[in-house]
């Protein structure tokens, strides 16, 4: 299993430009994500998937758009970047949770994401 | 809403002492589920641990331990007799029932000096 992967690792972009940051993973999990990483703040969740075909938005969405076509892919597109969304994005999954039981969530490797 | 606070921002130690990184967390559910992770300097995420509100024992792993307390809202991570291989940042997150989002403190950064 090659477990949650992401696209691309550093990406550099000018104010205005648009580009979508690729995440799939091969574990057959329902659930996926995406969160920003920023210095002293923890990672702070954009949007989530419980299924392909089902989307909704996290803490820190605006700026940001997803889909869910398939279980496998859970792409995150910028579409007009501002050096506020200079960051390090990650991607996660996991299962679904089950009466009495949260999954915890595999991580990507991460894009590290600088906008001029 | 919930919450996590991890207040201490920087830890450093030598080689071989122990260390606490302390996790309090806010959260109106009854039932929840409380993760940390490590992030090397490599920058990946690793998942260390899963604790459920129900179960309130101790757990240990090797060098890692932790100690959740209801009464007081904390799950205290301690690495025992550190090495410098542990030096990372470490994260304590909270999930709530039904809720698969993730809410994580701000992080600790571990500093182990040989």
């Known amino acids: 299993n090659a477990g949650v992967t992401q696209t691309p690792k550093f990406q550099v972009l000018k104010t205005g430009q648009s580009m979508t940051l690729q995440c799939a993973q091969d574990m057959n999990h329902e659930y996926m994500s995406w969160y920003r990483q920023d210095p002293g703040m923890g990672l702070r969740l954009i949007h989530y998937s419980v299924g392909a075909g089902i989307t909704d938005q996290g803490e820190v969405p605006n700026g940001y758009n997803v889909s869910r076509s398939t279980t496998e892919d859970f792409p995150l597109r910028l579409l007009s970047a501002a050096p506020s969304q200079t960051s390090v994005y990650f991607c996660?999954?996991?299962?679904?949770?089950?009466?009495?039981?949260?999954?915890?969530?595999?991580f990507g490797p991460g894009t590290r994401l600088t906008v001029t | 809403a919930q919450k996590v606070t991890q207040a201490q921002t920087e830890i450093s130690v030598v080689e071989k002492e122990d260390v606490t990184l302390d996790c309090v967390y806010e959260?109106?559910?009854?039932?929840?589920?409380l993760f940390w992770y490590k992030q090397p300097p490599s920058g990946e995420l690793v998942f260390l641990i899963r604790?459920?509100?129900?179960?309130?024992q101790n757990e240990i792993s090797g060098r890692y331990s932790w100690n959740f307390q209801k009464s007081t809202s904390s799950f205290n991570f301690t690495i025992t007799a550190s090495q410098v291989v542990d030096s990372a940042v470490y994260f304590c997150a909270l999930s709530g029932n039904n809720d698969y989002k993730l809410s994580f403190g701000a992080g600790t950064t571990v500093t182990v000096r040989a």
């Open positions: 996660a999954s996991s299962y679904t949770q089950l009466e009495g039981m949260s999954y915890e969530q595999y």
């Open positions: 604790r459920n509100s129900f179960d309130e």
């Open positions: 959260t109106r559910d009854t039932t929840y589920y």
